[in-house]
């Protein structure tokens, strides 16, 4: 298994508090992304990095920010959580450009409940 | 964007019997893979195949890219099949950035 942890795992939260999940690996990988899973949207790719400090936005980044200033972590920011943010959080890291498949590998999701 | 459709949306097995899931997506791509989600919630790539045939186990896959569609075929079905299958896509931009995107899945329920 890829070695991607994400902390919490489960977080309950009240409307307009800030929140931020992390994502950390051990896989030395350049490639991280945020996604998050609702019913009937399968993932959806909210944003990516391809180096530290190097962030750019998917097809879901309303509301949310990123930060990546070490290579093994990768933090989601909720600034103000609102209801819609509800979902399952999934960290993925990928090998691309390291003379391997551009294969994803995914961490455990972080359940998060915004009141 | 990208339409990524999958079908069936739900599959019921019994143990033993096999299956294709479908996935057609609605432009050039440079990138498909294919995951297995656990009833756990765990997301477990099967497959990155973005052409050709590729075969592990039960499981295989193909991809004809110039028609736009992957098949999965899971032969004799397990009950630890079950689960949710995905297909992803990256779009053929030119650059490469692992931007998936994702279809709605596909339920699988296999009963012993």
């Known amino acids: 298994d890829a070695g991607i942890t994400q902390s919490p795992r489960h977080k309950v939260t009240e409307t307009g508090t800030p929140v931020t999940l992390r994502c950390h690996q051990t896989e030395n990988h350049r490639y991280m992304y945020w996604y998050r899973q609702d019913p009937g949207h399968g993932l959806r790719l909210i944003h990516y990095?391809?180096?530290?400090?190097?962030?750019d936005k998917g097809e879901v980044s309303d509301g949310y920010s990123v930060s990546r200033s070490k290579t093994e972590d990768f933090l989601l920011t909720l600034e103000s959580a609102t209801s819609s943010q509800t979902s399952v959080y999934f960290c993925a890291i990928s090998a691309l450009g390291e003379g391997e498949a551009d294969t994803q590998y995914f961490g455990p999701g972080t359940r998060l409940t915004v009141l | 964007g990208i339409q990524v459709e999958q079908s069936p949306p739900d599959l019921i097995l019994q143990e033993g019997a096999n299956s294709t899931l479908r996935c057609n997506f609605s432009d050039s791509v440079n990138n498909l893979q294919w995951f297995h989600q656990n009833p756990w919630g765990q997301l477990i790539n099967l497959f990155y195949i973005p052409s050709g045939t590729k075969q592990n186990g039960r499981l295989s896959a193909t991809t004809v890219a110039t028609e736009r569609y992957s098949l999965l075929y899971i032969s004799s079905s397990q009950t630890t099949d079950s689960g949710v299958y995905f297909c992803?896509?990256?779009?053929?931009?030119?650059?490469?950035?692992?931007?998936?995107?994702f279809g709605r899945g596909t339920q699988l329920t296999v009963w012993p």
């Open positions: 990095s391809y180096g530290v400090k190097d962030t």
């Open positions: 992803a896509v990256e779009l053929d931009r030119g650059s490469t950035l692992g931007r998936l995107y």
